[in-house]
């Protein structure tokens, strides 16, 4: 599965410095997920880590894992 990064994610990731990997990892390994309310393509996945929680909103396609905004 390949992973992409819209340039408003990227933005904020670097902003509040959160990794690749934290990102990834609570896509594949999440705590708890949900729908969009609005929009059902979209998935938002939420993981508690040590530090802080992140919530990743997503579009999950054949081939690709399209990473679209995350909230803390």
């Not at 690749?20 to 969009?36: A, G, R, S």
Request: aromatic share 12%; net charge positive; hydrophobic share 35%.
């Amino acid at each position: 599965m390949r992973f992409s990064y819209t340039n408003h994610a990227l933005k904020r990731m670097q902003k509040r410095r959160v990794t690749k990997f934290e990102i990834e990892q609570t896509i594949l390994n999440p705590e708890n997920w949900h729908h969009d309310e609005d929009d059902p393509k979209k998935y938002h996945a939420i993981k508690h880590w040590a530090h802080r929680s992140l919530e990743v909103v997503y579009v999950s396609k054949v081939d690709e894992i399209k990473i679209t905004v995350f909230v803390l």
